[in-house]
């Protein structure tokens, strides 16, 4: 700028001079205007700004207004001098700032875009720098991006399956080029005047081809709404992970909403990586069900089970406009089952502990009734003429070595399992929430332990006392052969000390009244030390769902997993039965007590701790941090 009267021209302020030029107009190399993206827009919607940008030279290039503003760089409305042209002019955000990986992704992005000519895809007339700040020039789209037009769009379903059709065979011919997009949404679609789509925004792409290696196995990169689950757990990435983000667009299209959404990244993040989003149907009631099918497709949580590229995508989409058929089919019922017990794991988790509560009783039962020389048998027999009960009517014949297998599969499968299927349904998110949830199922199992079973050893011990007494007395009425009425009597007497005392007419009443008062104080006491019993048996379960949480992050092979947790179940369990063993008394191993052989619990209370350390403990850490989201994923919807 020249200055008149030491006055600068465009400042209009007096400034030093050098070679006649105002140092501080001299300097400008583009114009700075504070970022206006509201940072909180986890669905990637990029606003502009519409602040009016004061015409200031770059280059060849007169800029005229910004017009968009992203994470790496910004776009100006702007005018090519020499060609007398609007442009849409794109340089990086930090300016000479930037550094060596912002300045080698952008000429990426501008690399990628400019070898791809299709008229879906946004063409770059130039690239180069001026005065070091990297810029390219692409054909402007005055028509304003996809996001701009949802909401119109959810009202008119063959426009927009039109619109996205023509977007999905763009990015067909970009991955044939060996480009993959990694960022697709609405607002890098841009619509013309016609409302035909421009694919733009490459700032992410990746050249299968040249892999540029600016993004490692790792990184978590793109916009989380419309981010492919293996994308978001920071996996390597395919063309599957594209038609993923124009399945996140096609769901936006028709409900108005994007597949997952948080109140924050993270959150989005965490929820486009834990499964497949509700269908369509679920948010708005009037979808239709082949685009459904098609769009849920694309939303397969695994890439092997999207469509094999976009340009199937596109085809499907146009059969459908055409009312011809589609190439998805219905969901199977194992699919449509499967969806159902990750809708409604509650219902899951509630169903399972009720069915572990009954399992639980019937080995209990199989081996009380149903066995061979039950007791029962034999008693009600000898009175034909008496009605035998209900509960004892069974003839069903098991063999003994059934109930003692019921037992063992009992102990030593189903009980170690019940930790383990407690934490995949119950979803545990951390270490805090799996005690909790484990606490709960053991309250819930004892419950229902102690009213469909506790009434058979509460019953059985009411039974022995009385019986005791009963058999007693019955001697002293029966007398058997060669034995004196004298000792039966004494013998009968000695059950009720001071009964001698009582007149006879009062001796009968005061035995049943003695007989039933011992039974209800009988009664507490035993119900009180099974409730107990019920609670110490399901502590197991606790400590079962805190080593499935925490191996379930480790990042394992399933198989892998299994044998872990088991090995470290029964390790924890052998370690808790040693540390009992060493402080209590009565308790026998081999018809002693344990507390007498110190040399058993000694040896094996520390093999029981290092096995269960050395199971538990983490292994291959840089492998863990990679891929353990991933793994639990991939595990919990496996089971």
């Known amino acids: 700028c020249r200055l008149v009267e ?13 070679d006649g030029v105002c140092t501080v107009c001299r300097n400008v190399d583009a114009p700075t205007i504070a970022p206006t993206l509201d940072s909180s827009n986890t669905d990637g919607t990029t606003r502009s700004p519409n602040v009016e940008t004061p015409r200031k030279a770059f280059g060849e290039y007169e800029l005229l207004e910004e017009i968009a503003r992203g994470g790496m760089g910004v776009v100006y409305r702007a005018r090519h001098l020499r060609l007398n042209r609007i442009t849409a002019l794109k340089m990086v955000l930090s300016g000479r700032f930037s550094s060596d990986e912002e300045i080698r992704r952008f000429h990426i992005e501008a690399e990628s875009a400019a070898s791809l000519d299709h008229p879906g895809i946004v063409p770059v007339y130039e690239i ?56 697709l949404k609405p607002a890098n679609i841009l619509l013309d005047e016609g409302h035909e789509p421009r694919v733009t925004d490459l700032g992410l792409a990746k ?26 757990a920071g996996g390597s990435v395919t063309t599957a992970a594209d ?64 469509y094999g590229s976009a340009l199937e995508l596109a085809t499907d989409l146009e059969a459908w406009a055409a009312g011809k058929p589609i190439s998805v089919r219905e969901p199977s019922l194992w699919a449509r089952t499967k969806r159902w017990c990750y809708e409604n794991s509650r219902i899951l988790y509630t169903a399972f502990i009720v069915l572990t509560g009954i399992l639980f009783t019937a080995p209990i039962a199989v081996a009380m009734f149903l066995v061979p020389d039950a007791w029962h048998r034999d008693v009600y027999s000898q009175f034909p003429e008496a009605d035998t009960p209900w509960l004892f009517s069974w003839q069903v014949d098991i063999p003994d070595w059934l109930a003692a297998g019921s037992i063992f599969l009992l ?84 059950l009720f000390s001071g009964l001698d005392e009582i007149p006879v007419e009062k001796r009968a009443e005061l035995v049943a009244n003695r007989v039933a008062g011992d039974q209800f104080a009988k009664a507490i006491s035993t119900m009180l030390l099974l409730i107990l019993l019920v609670l110490l048996l399901s502590v197991p379960v606790v400590i079962g769902t805190a080593i499935a949480h925490v191996l379930l992050r480790r990042g394992n ?39 007498e052989s110190p040399l058993i619990a000694t040896i094996l209370l520390p093999i029981a701790a290092a096995t269960a350390y050395l199971v538990m403990r983490r292994w291959s850490p840089a492998r863990q941090a990679n891929n353990s989201s991933s793994s639990l994923t991939e595990l919990t919807r496996t089971l």
Not at 172 to 181: D, M, P, S, T
Not at 222 to 228: H, R
Request: aromatic share 8%.
């Open 6 to 18: 030491n006055s600068c021209i465009e400042c209009g302020k007096t400034r030093a001079l050098v």
């Open 128 to 183: 180069g720098d001026v005065d070091g700040q990297a810029f390219f020039a692409m054909k402007f789209i005055p028509g304003g991006s996809l996001a701009e037009h949802i909401a119109e769009l959810c009202q008119a379903p063959q426009k927009a399956m039109q619109i996205l059709s023509k977007v999905a065979r763009a990015v067909h011919h970009a991955h044939q080029r060996g480009v993959l997009h990694r960022d």
């Open 207 to 232: 050249n299968t081809k040249g892999d540029s290696q600016l993004t490692n196995t790792g990184a978590v990169m793109g916009t989380p709404s419309y981010m492919a689950p293996e994308q978001a």
């Open 243 to 306: 038609v993923y983000s124009l399945g996140a667009i096609m769901y936006q299209l028709l409900t108005g909403t994007p597949p997952h959404k948080g109140e924050s990244a993270m959150e989005t993040v965490m929820r486009v990586v834990a499964g497949p989003p509700d269908p369509p149907s679920r948010v708005r009631r009037d979808v239709d069900r082949n685009l459904e099918a098609i769009c849920m497709k694309c939303l397969a949580y695994t890439p092997e089970s999207r």
């Open 411 to 494: 102990n030593i499968f189903l009980y170690p399992s019940l930790g383990l299927l407690t934490a995949i349904l119950a979803k545990t998110q951390s270490l805090r929430h799996a005690l909790a949830t484990g606490v709960a199922t053991a309250i819930i199992l004892s419950v229902l332990i102690s009213l469909l079973v506790g009434w058979i050893p509460l019953a059985g011990v009411l039974s022995n006392e009385s019986s005791r007494v009963i058999e007693g007395l019955g001697k002293a009425v029966w007398l058997q052969e060669g034995e004196s009425a004298d000792a039966a009597r004494q013998e009968a007497l000695a």
């Open 557 to 595: 092979h399933f198989v892998f997993f299994l044998i872990r947790y088991f090995i470290a179940w029964w390790s924890v369990f052998m370690f808790a039965i040693c540390m009992i063993g060493m402080f209590a008394t009565g308790v026998r191993l081999n018809g002693e007590p344990v507390s």
